[in-house]
């Protein structure tokens, strides 16, 4: 009995990668299986889709944190202290500014009760 090529290639199960659902994703992430499934609805992160279902590989995940991954900027160093030089003030008139009466007085205005 002879067996088919596709039998044959599934049989070794070792050549095939593990497959990890969003949920495990999520525990190594530290983060939610809804963050992990809406990001990858949305093409964000890598992913595999069996049938309806997402599922990602080591590599995936790997690629993830790469992706998500922050260095800190490097800032040059200042050639001169920062200082800020502040305009010295002119003695320009300036119009001096009254508060609006409160609400409740402007209210009492307008009473039409007799």
């Given at each position: 009995?002879?067996?088919?090529?596709?039998?044959?290639?599934?049989?070794?199960?070792s050549a095939l990668?593990?497959?990890?659902?969003?949920?495990?994703?999520?525990?190594?992430?530290?983060?939610?299986?809804?963050?992990?499934?809406?990001?990858?609805?949305?093409?964000?992160?890598?992913?595999?889709?069996?049938?309806?279902?997402?599922?990602?590989?080591?590599?995936?995940?790997?690629?993830?944190?790469?992706?998500?991954?922050?260095?800190?900027?490097?800032?040059?160093?200042?050639?001169?202290?920062?200082?800020?030089?502040?305009?010295?003030?002119?003695?320009?008139?300036?119009?001096?500014?009254?508060?609006?009466?409160?609400?409740?007085?402007?209210?009492?205005?307008?009473?039409?009760?007799?």
């Amino acid at each position: 009995m002879r067996q088919s090529p596709l039998a044959a290639a599934c049989s070794d199960f070792s050549a095939l990668p593990r497959l990890f659902r969003p949920e495990e994703i999520a525990d190594a992430l530290g983060c939610s299986a809804w963050w992990v499934k809406d990001r990858a609805s949305r093409g964000r992160i890598p992913f595999t889709r069996v049938g309806r279902a997402y599922r990602f590989t080591a590599e995936h995940l790997a690629e993830i944190i790469r992706l998500h991954e922050v260095r800190p900027a490097i800032a040059p160093e200042p050639a001169t202290p920062s200082v800020r030089m502040v305009p010295p003030r002119t003695a320009a008139p300036s119009a001096r500014l009254r508060a609006r009466r409160p609400r409740r007085t402007r209210q009492d205005d307008f009473d039409t009760t007799a």
